[in-house]
């Protein structure tokens, strides 16, 4: 089951999440809304993350979710491999993760690369690898940038651990994985975006082995946007 965010999360940041919500959906860049909500409510480095990877605008929301689909059986899968295998590797040395409003599950660690021979990694790949068996995809191809350190070295043990996977070190990951035919594993919002179908391989695997380490702030932005006492009188929203 996953955590309640009301027992697991600070009052001050639970309205920062309500507040920052409202913001993005009156068009306010999220730059610019970060900083208003993180000034008021006093956000630790941490908790301004966890707004700008797990809060978006409805309209937003709403194209991401448009583009999920439910299973991936013979279909050709594109993974976003830095991406998918640290979240997972998130889980699995028992940090916090987060099911954000878009229905994807997202963690807050730095984006850098740690060393493929810790074992929280190599198991990451090894369970990636059987989940990917277990969806039934027709073919992997899985995308490394090139330009992070010892990249060539974990493709390496990725083709050693995965031989079925095709792994490809791409210039520009990003780019090689929205222009590729297939669907795409990625929690990256701007591949998000851009994709065309979409599948939380990341998130699967996480809310099946790890479902007690999940914060839901989709159901709780759900519940509390909809709630009136989140609004005032004149009808303006959390922040006016």
């Not at 700008?52 to 309209?59: A, E, K």
Request: glycine share 6%; hydrophobic share 40%.
């Amino acid at each position: 089951m996953t955590k309640d965010p009301e027992k697991h999360l600070r009052r001050e940041l639970l309205e920062a999440l309500i507040d920052y919500k409202y913001l993005l959906n009156r068009g306010y860049k999220s730059k610019g809304a970060l900083n208003l909500v993180t000034s008021r409510y006093l956000l630790t480095r941490e908790e301004r993350m966890l707004l700008y990877r797990c809060v978006h605008s409805d309209s937003d929301v709403i194209s991401i979710q448009g583009k999920i689909v439910n299973e991936i059986w013979g279909r050709h899968l594109i993974i976003d491999g830095y991406n998918v295998l640290l979240t997972v590797a998130a889980a699995i040395e028992g940090l916090t993760l987060y099911l954000c409003d878009d229905g994807i599950v997202r963690d807050l660690r730095s984006a850098k690369i740690k060393d493929f021979s810790a074992p929280s990694i190599m198991n990451a790949v090894e369970i990636v690898r059987d989940a990917t068996g277990e969806l039934g995809p027709s073919n992997v191809i899985l995308f490394l940038d090139k330009s992070v350190s010892m990249s060539a070295e974990h493709s390496k043990i990725i083709r050693m651990l995965s031989p079925q996977w095709e792994v490809i070190l791409a210039s520009r990951t990003d780019t090689e994985v929205i222009s590729s035919r297939g669907v795409i594993a990625s929690s990256d919002y701007v591949i998000l975006m851009k994709a065309k179908e979409i599948y939380d391989l990341a998130g699967f695997i996480v809310l099946k082995k790890f479902p007690d380490q999940v914060v839901d702030l989709q159901r709780y932005l759900k519940q509390n946007l909809n709630n009136p006492r989140n609004q005032n009188t004149n009808g303006r929203g959390p922040v006016a």
